[in-house]
Every structure is written in structure tokens, then in C-alpha cells.
């Protein structure tokens, strides 16, 4: 509960301390002191035409985590700090979302964002890395691990969507017939997104979460170019699962609403060269990191034997 109410109360003493500053500083204030407490710096690098935001913190092998569509880099953060006294953590922003530059002239897809990682890797100069991937991020996580097994130490996938479910949820039918329910018609509407990607979402005090909703607001029409291009590319993963040679981890919130649970098995069937191992959180949405971070790092730390 105390973490839950971590940013309430930071942005709350912030706020009282800070009369002269809008209400969006306050939010932004508290997410980075949020960032520090996870050892966790923000910086910038130029990635080809992308300017790219990217979280780093700690020392030891490299690992990297990609969040889903719509989402950020500050998905990770709380999950993050269970890392950042071992590993090297690296977090980007990917391109098109949170910080990081948006064109509308690019492509999103998944191919152009894996090829945006092999460059984003190179410019940092990490060979190797542990690779953790929520919904979207898990799609591009396990392309590129396909692509580039040699430089994956292990993979993990959280909710990672790029399957084709046996059960669909109502989102992917509400997809499929273009009707994107991840974007917000306003600022009530954000709450019901919330509700949909959390099976309890932490709490976040009403001035924080109309910035928030703000702020997807503002990206609403770009969020909608990137979903039509997955949406039109119809990539399907099945074929490339079997590349991947890394040990893999398939963790799922078992009420996850977006992407539903029963893709695990799909991953299991299609990932033939890696030893793969299964952990469902009961009652956690499709945000298992944001949601529960600390049973989520408890989870994937068994996987990596620590």
C-alpha cells in the first residue's frame, strides 16, 4: 500500500511546496524523484532519425526492459529498482512514445523498432543483455530475439502480445474492427483505461490523474497511426519463435483484458529451441510490473535463479 500511495503522497509535498508551479511540473517532479529512488538517470541519445529518452542505473550485465503501446519507460520504474544493485538497467522510451521524438513519417512496426534496439544497443555498447518485454515491448523483444539470439542472455515476456490467442479478449475484437478501446475520448474515459490494463490500479490522486489522461490525450491521434500500422502489418510471431534460443520466461496477469492468458501455450508451442518456463499471477491485469511490482520481480527472479 505504501508504494501504491508513493507518488500521491510525493506529488502532494511537492505540490505544497511548490505554489508557483503547474500542476504538470508537480506530476513530472514526482516521477523523477520516483526514478531516483530506483537508482535510475534519465538521459538522451540520438538514434538514427529519433531522438531517443532512456532510463539507466546500476552496474553488472545489461538488461533491458520495453514497455507497450501507449505506455513508458516509467512502467518499469518501480519493477526496475529490484534491479538496479546487480545489473546494468536500461530502459528506453521507445521511439514514438513517452519522451522520445514521434515522426509521422516513420514507421512503428515492429521490424523498424527491433532495428531501432540493435542500434540503441550499439551506440551504448551492450553485446549481450537480458531482455524484458511487456505487451508491445514483448512483441518487439521476442522479434528481435529471433533476429539476434546471440545477444540475448534470457527473455522475458510479460503479457507480450504477437500471437494469436485462442480466446480474444474483447479488446482484440474491438481491434480487429477498429475500434482501439486503449485510446481516450477524454479525461473520464482515462479512468476506464486504467480500470482495463489494472486489475487494481495503484492510486493516483485526482490533479495527477488528469495529467496523465492529458498527456494520452495529446498523443491520441499519433497512438491511433501506430496501432492502424500493427494493425495493417498483421505480423504474427509463430514463425520466428522458433529462432529464439534463449531461456524464456511467459509471465501473464490472469486477468489480463487485452491480451489473454491463453497465448501462453501458443509461445509454448512455437518456442521449440528454448527452454521455456510459465508463471501467472492470479488477479493482475495486463501491467503485472506497474500492478504488483514486487511479486513480479519475485517471479522473475526465480526464472534467473536469484
Known amino acids: ?101 514521434r515522426i509521422n513519417s516513420a514507421s512503428y512496426s515492429i521490424p523498424a523498432q527491433s532495428a531501432r534496439l540493435v542500434e540503441l544497443m550499439r551506440l551504448l555498447g551492450v553485446k549481450q543483455f537480458h531482455l524484458v518485454g511487456n505487451s508491445m515491448g514483448g512483441y518487439i523483444g521476442a522479434y528481435y530475439a529471433a533476429h539476434h539470439p546471440q545477444t540475448v542472455l534470457s527473455l522475458g515476456l510479460f503479457n507480450a502480445a504477437g500471437v494469436d490467442a485462442p480466446t480474444q479478449s474483447t479488446f482484440m475484437k474491438e481491434l480487429q474492427a477498429g475500434n482501439y478501446l486503449m485510446l481516450p475520448a477524454d479525461r473520464e474515459d482515462f479512468n476506464r483505461i486504467l480500470k482495463m490494463v489494472m486489475e487494481d490500479p495503484p492510486y493516483i490522486p485526482g490533479f495527477a490523474r488528469n495529467v496523465l489522461a492529458d498527456k494520452a490525450l495529446k498523443h491520441r491521434e499519433f497512438n491511433r497511426k501506430v496501432f492502424d500500422e500493427l494493425k495493417q502489418q498483421q505480423l504474427d510471431l509463430a514463425p520466428f519463435l522458433p529462432n529464439i534460443t534463449s531461456p524464456t520466461l511467459l509471465l501473464w496477469g490472469e486477468r489480463d483484458q487485452l491480451i489473454d492468458v491463453s497465448s501462453i501455450p501458443v509461445f509454448q508451442r512455437h518456442l521449440t529451441s528454448s527452454k521455456t518456463t510459465v508463471s501467472i499471477l492470479p488477479k493482475i491485469g495486463h501491467l503485472p510490473m506497474l500492478e504488483q511490482p514486487a511479486e513480479t520481480a519475485r517471479r522473475y527472479n526465480e526464472f534467473l535463479g536469484l
Open 1 to 101: 500500500m505504501l508504494r501504491r500511495l508513493f507518488i500521491a503522497v510525493s506529488a502532494a509535498f511537492l505540490l505544497s511546496l511548490s505554489s508557483g508551479c503547474s500542476t504538470t511540473d508537480v506530476v513530472n517532479s514526482a516521477l523523477r524523484l520516483e526514478q531516483r529512488i530506483s537508482h535510475l538517470e534519465r538521459k538522451t541519445i540520438q538514434v538514427g532519425d529519433h531522438e531517443v529518452v532512456y532510463l539507466e542505473g546500476g552496474q553488472g550485465p545489461a538488461m533491458v526492459m520495453l514497455h507497450g503501446i501507449t505506455g513508458d519507460s516509467d512502467n518499469w520504474v518501480r519493477f526496475a529498482r529490484h534491479y538496479t544493485d546487480r545489473y546494468r538497467v536500461i530502459i528506453p522510451d521507445l521511439p514514438g512514445f513517452g519522451e522520445s521524438s
